[in-house]
């Protein structure tokens, strides 16, 4: 809808843009902003508005002026929801009065977080009737625009949705990233599209004038700043620090349910110990590295925690991961439970049969 909006050049006399993923609603105010503006050199005619403590009845004041040496006037409000008096005197809605007749002349953007709302258009889908009950219990301005008025939303992003968005920005920028960066980012970040959008914007820079980016070169630009991580549950596993590893992963899965992208870092990890079973008596660290599929920093480690769990346990380890990942996508189980199960057996001592 946005890209045909800017495509076309036809702007609907009021637009309404919402939801989670704050910085694609930015983002997405913005390009339409650029595009709705970019006839008008004078700049008369543009209005950049924050709607905290700004009243609607000066906004719409605004919205019902005729522009000046132009076709169009474009008024954007940012967060919307936070502007004032939504009635008049009278007790009377200023929004729906205003989406009775709105501006010909006008094209009116609005930009809101409107947790009450989250979800609307999913719920549009899935039931029309349950939509419209959530819009009518909507107070002014918001229900008036729901009702009446362009509306779009952006819902948050499932975790495959974010890797694969991770995977298109850093290829807007010049970065081709691989799965296991992608990964290791996004157990390091979080899924908030700002923060990996800084993130990349950073490794961009860091990287240069290469066009692909690595785990090792996330592992710099990102740092160690959180306790609770990927690489943290892994050094505690090859520990076999069962204590540290539980509560590492009870914490990650607190902060954020991961489950899918843990078990992949997790299997990732166990077939490089895997590998290196392989290598033992090699020298060339570097060889020993790439053979691996691991940063050559962290050999050492890997090969440590080889002779702590040893083969018959990273082998196990294998089989329970796929088997977690296969109950976690086929069940309703709780995914912190299956995967604190999954974590004692592959700790527990092999014996011999």
């Known amino acids: ?14 637009l309404l843009l919402f939801g989670e993923e704050e910085l694609l609603v930015d983002e997405a105010a913005r390009n339409i ?13 543009n209005d950049a508005l924050e ?16 522009p000046m040496m132009g076709d169009r006037r474009v008024v954007w ?26 501006s010909e002349s006008t094209f009116l953007l609005l930009t809101a977080s409107l947790s009450s709302i989250d979800g609307l258009q999913a719920s549009m889908q899935k039931s029309a009737a349950t939509a419209q009950r959530k819009i ?20 948050r992003m499932r975790e495959a949705q974010v890797r694969t968005w991770v995977r298109a920005r850093g290829t807007a920028i010049g970065l081709a990233i691989d799965d296991g960066a992608i990964d290791f980012l996004l157990l390091r970040c979080g899924t908030q599209l700002r923060d990996l959008a800084l993130e990349l914007d950073k490794l961009k820079t860091y990287v ?10 996330i592992n710099a630009i990102v740092g160690a700043g959180k306790t609770y991580n990927i690489f943290e549950l892994q050094r505690a596993i090859g520990r076999a620090d069962v204590s540290n590893a539980y509560t590492i992963l009870t914490r990650m899965m607190e902060a954020e349910r ?28 570097a060889d020993v590295a790439k053979r691996a599929g691991i940063p050559m920093f962290a050999v050492g480690d890997h090969m440590e925690a080889l002779d702590r769990l040893g083969a018959a346990r990273v082998e196990r380890a294998l089989m329970l991961l796929v088997k977690a990942d296969a109950t976690i996508k086929s069940s309703s189980s709780d995914a912190l439970t299956v995967l604190q199960t999954a974590l004692s057996q592959i700790l527990e001592p092999v014996t011999a049969r």
């Open 1 to 14: 809808m946005i890209d045909a909006m800017i495509k076309s050049g036809v702007y609907p006399p009021v």
């Open 33 to 45: 902003y650029a595009a709705a503006t970019a006839d008008d050199l004078s700049g008369m005619n």
């Open 51 to 66: 709607g905290e403590g700004m009243s609607l009845d000066a906004i719409l004041m605004i919205a019902r002026s005729f």
């Open 77 to 102: 409000v940012r967060r919307f929801d936070k502007v004032i008096g939504a009635k008049d005197k009278k007790g009377n809605d200023l929004m729906a009065a205003y989406m009775k007749s709105p």
């Open 136 to 155: 009518a219990a909507q107070k002014p301005p918001i229900g008036a625009l729901l009702k009446s008025a362009k509306w779009h939303e952006f819902p």
């Open 208 to 217: 240069g004038d290469r066009t692909a980016a690595t785990l090792d070169d």
């Open 258 to 285: 991961q489950e899918m992208l843990i078990i992949a870092m997790l299997t990732r990890y166990f077939l490089a110990l895997f590998k290196l079973t392989d290598l033992r008596g090699s020298t060339d660290r």
